[in-house]
């Protein structure tokens, strides 16, 4: 009896075991495509990524840089002070979208062009996404709104 009860606590356990490894492979290949990583525009210039990796750029709109093309268009280029990338877009800006502020672009990278399928701006006077300040703070262009 006892051998028994022993038995089925261990076929729960293994069972338990393997129902945890399945769950978290399964989390683990869900997530796969839904990770994007940061780079600022140094990175991309200095190791340029595969045109088939999603992921996200961030720095400042580069003075001077926009220009809006037929219908939602728009090509700029994004800098963090040490290197730029240019970035073409098609589809609305958000509305607080303008040169010299931060933004952050998710897409690919192809023929030395990021080609994103989302911009999202700073959304106040101070923010800015802590990746983009930590990028800036890198090539020593970050300058402090609060002092």
Do not use: C, W
Request: cysteine-free; proline content about 5%; overall charge negative.
């Amino acid at each position: 009896m006892k051998s028994l009860k022993k038995q089925r606590r261990i076929q729960i356990i293994a069972l338990a075991a393997v129902a945890l490894t399945v769950s978290t492979a399964l989390i683990g290949y869900a997530m796969r495509d839904g990770i994007n990583f940061f780079r600022a525009p140094s990175q991309i210039v200095a190791e340029p990524p595969a045109p088939s990796e999603v992921f996200r750029i961030g720095g400042l709109v580069a003075e001077g840089s926009l220009i809006r093309g037929q219908g939602e268009s728009i090509r700029f280029e994004v800098t963090d002070g040490g290197a730029s990338v240019p970035v073409v877009f098609t589809g609305v800006l958000p509305d607080l979208f303008e040169e010299n502020q931060g933004m952050v672009g998710t897409g690919r990278y192809i023929n030395g062009v990021f080609e994103a399928s989302e911009i999202l701006a700073k959304h106040d006077e101070t923010y800015m996404p802590s990746e983009v300040v930590d990028a800036l703070k890198e090539q020593g262009v970050y300058q402090d709104p609060n002092g």
